[in-house]
C-alpha cells in the first residue's frame, strides 16, 4: 500500500485491498486513520511522524476490516518521497491470537500454582499443629515415670509420629519442585559439614543394624565449597536411609569426589557423590520405577519394608534441579550404588555460608523466664510443660495483645510465638515489640517462632521480619534446646 504524506490511500495491490474488506474505490477514499482501530489513533500519528522523519518504520497495529473485524498487521514502511510512503502490510491477527492464548494460559498455570501453594501451605500447617500436640505429649510422657514396657511404646509412637512428618515432608517437597516453586540458595559449605549431618543423624540407626557406615573425602576436594547444601543434604540422607532400609547385613559406604574444571560459571568442582550399599539391589529392568514417585518394588500386601516410594523419586528430582545427574548400579542380593553428580563453585571468599542440622548437644542448663504466646492449649501445654520439666519458668498467653501486655510489666529471657495468632498475628506482635519505643532494651529479646509453617521460604520470611530464631512443629526437645543453647545460654 502507498499513502500520501496526509495519510490517504493512493495506491494497493489486489491482496493489500483484500485484506481491507474495502473496494479498491472505496480503500482510495480514505485516510489510514480511518481504518485503524481507534484506540490506536493517537499512536498511528506519532508514528506517522517518526516515518516522516526517519524515513523507514517496522510496526505492528490493530486495524478494522469493513464489517467491524478486528485484526492485526505488522507494517515494514519507508519514505519513497515527502507525498509518498510505501508499505508492507502483513497479517498478523492468527498469530497475536495464538500469543494471547499462550499468555492466557500461562496465566492460569500461574494461577493454579498460586493456588496450589496456598493449599500446600495451609494443609501442611493443619497437619503439622495436630502432630504437633501428638509428640508434645509423648515427649512429656517420656519424661514421667514409666517402666520399661511403657517407656517402649512411647518410643514406638514417637518414631511412628516422626515417619509421618517426614512423609508430609516428602510429599509437599515433591509437589513444589513438580510446580516450580523450590529454588536455590547457595552459600558456603564443605564436605565435612555434609559428612557431619550423615553419620549424626544415621549413625545410631546403622549400628542398631548392625551396619558399618562410612563417609570418605577425596584429598583433592577442596575445602570450602558453593551451593545449595541444604539441597545436597536432603539427596544424601534421602540415599543414605535408603540404603540402611534396604541392607540387613555389610555396610554402606559413602564417598566424595571431585574434578575441577573451568566452566560456564566460572571456576567449577564438579562433585561425583557415590552411595554404596551390600543391600538387597534392584533388577535392572525395575530401576526406571523406583525413580518415579510412590513406586516400590514390593506392591503385594507382605511387605518387608515400609516406606511411601518417595526417596529416590526427591533424589531425582533435586538433582535435576541443581542441574546434575544421577545414575544407579545394581546387582539383586549383592547391593546397590547410587552416584550423584553435581556442579558445584570453589568458594572463593565471597557470598553466604550455610549451616547444616546437626544433632545438638546439651550446654550447661541455666534457669530461664520464658513467654510463650500459643493459641492452641495442646501445643501450649506440651511445649511448657517440656521447658518446666527442664527447670525453667513459664507464662503462657494466647494471642498477641496478651502477649505485649504481660511484656511491658515483666522480664523473660526469651519468647516462644506461634505465627498464627487471634486478634494480632505472631509477626504483627514480633513487629510491635521491635518497633515499638515504650519496650526499651526489650525490643532486642529474642523472639523464637515456632510454628507449622513449613514452606519453602518461610523460615527466611520469618527471619526477615524480626524473629531470631524458627523452629517448625512438629517440635522436638532437641531442637528447642538448640536454640536456647545458642540465642541464650551461650550468652
Not at 493512493?10 to 480511518?34: C, H, W
Not at 573425602?217 to 545449595?228: F, H, K, R, T
Not at 529471657?413 to 505465627?419: A, E, K
Not at 526489650?442 to 527466611?460: C, F, L, N, Q
Amino acid at each position: 500500500m502507498v499513502i500520501d504524506g496526509q495519510g490517504t490511500f493512493i495506491e494497493a495491490n489486489p491482496e493489500a485491498v483484500r485484506m481491507t474488506g474495502y473496494s479498491s474505490g472505496e480503500l482510495f477514499q480514505k485516510n489510514i486513520l480511518d481504518v485503524l482501530d481507534a484506540n490506536a489513533g493517537q499512536k498511528a500519528q506519532e508514528n506517522f511522524e517518526i516515518l516522516k522523519e526517519l524515513g523507514k518504520l517496522v510496526v505492528e497495529i490493530p486495524y478494522l476490516t469493513k464489517d467491524g473485524s478486528k485484526r492485526w498487521w505488522n507494517i515494514v514502511a519507508a519514505k519513497l518521497s515527502e507525498n509518498s510512503y510505501l508499505g508492507f502490510h502483513e497479517d498478523i491477527t492468527d498469530r497475536k491470537k495464538a500469543l494471547e492464548e499462550i499468555k492466557k494460559a500461562e496465566q492460569i498455570a500461574k494461577a493454579a500454582n498460586q493456588a496450589k501453594s496456598v493449599f500446600l501451605a495451609n494443609m501442611s500447617h493443619e497437619i503439622r499443629t495436630p502432630i504437633n500436640g501428638i509428640m508434645g505429649m509423648l515427649q512429656l510422657l517420656g519424661t514421667t515415670e514409666l517402666d520399661e514396657e511403657q517407656l517402649e511404646y512411647v518410643e514406638i509412637a514417637l518414631k511412628s509420629s516422626d515417619r509421618l512428618t517426614r512423609l508430609l515432608s516428602d510429599i509437599l517437597d515433591l509437589t513444589r519442585i513438580e510446580a516450580g516453586a523450590m529454588t536455590i540458595h547457595e552459600g558456603e559449605f564443605s564436605g565435612e559439614d555434609l559428612k557431619s549431618a550423615v553419620l549424626d543423624l544415621f549413625g545410631i540407626k546403622a549400628r542398631e543394624k548392625g551396619l558399618e557406615l562410612q563417609f570418605s573425602i577425596d584429598p583433592q576436594v577442596p575445602p570450602s565449597l558453593y551451593g545449595d547444601a541444604l539441597r545436597i543434604q536432603q539427596i544424601l540422607l534421602n540415599l543414605v536411609g535408603n540404603a540402611i532400609k534396604f541392607t540387613n547385613q555389610g555396610r554402606i559406604d559413602v564417598h566424595l569426589e571431585g574434578e575441577h574444571q573451568k566452566g560456564a560459571r566460572g571456576n567449577e568442582l564438579v562433585a561425583r557423590f557415590s552411595v554404596r550399599d551390600t543391600g538387597i539391589g534392584i533388577p535392572k529392568e525395575k530401576i526406571p520405577l523406583v525413580l518415579a514417585p510412590f513406586n516400590q518394588l514390593e506392591t503385594s500386601y507382605t511387605r518387608n519394608y515400609q516406606g511411601a516410594g518417595l526417596g529416590l523419586s526427591i533424589v531425582q528430582k533435586l538433582t535435576d534441579l541443581l542441574g546434575g545427574s544421577l545414575s544407579i548400579v545394581s546387582v539383586p542380593t549383592k547391593g546397590t550404588t547410587v552416584v550423584v553428580q553435581l556442579p558445584l563453585k570453589i568458594y572463593s571468599g565471597s557470598g553466604s555460608s550455610q549451616s547444616l542440622e546437626h544433632e545438638p548437644g546439651q550446654k550447661h542448663q541455666k534457669i530461664l523466664e520464658i513467654l510463650i504466646v500459643e493459641d492452641d492449649p495442646v501445643n501450649a501445654l506440651s511445649l511448657q510443660k517440656l521447658l518446666e520439666k527442664k527447670g525453667h519458668r513459664v507464662c503462657w498467653k494466647t494471642n498477641g495483645l496478651e502477649a505485649l501486655e504481660v511484656l511491658k510489666d515483666q522480664d523473660f529471657h526469651c519468647v516462644f510465638m506461634d505465627v498464627q495468632l487471634p486478634i494480632m498475628t505472631g509477626l504483627e506482635t514480633t513487629a510491635k515489640i521491635r518497633n515499638s519505643q515504650e519496650f526499651g532494651s526489650k525490643s532486642e529479646i529474642p523472639i523464637i517462632g515456632v510454628t507449622a509453617y513449613a514452606m519453602e521460604g518461610d523460615r527466611e520470611r520469618f527471619l526477615s521480619q524480626g524473629f531470631s530464631a524458627y523452629v517448625s512443629k512438629p517440635v522436638q526437645w532437641s531442637k528447642i534446646q538448640a536454640v536456647l543453647d545458642d540465642l541464650i545460654i551461650s550468652q
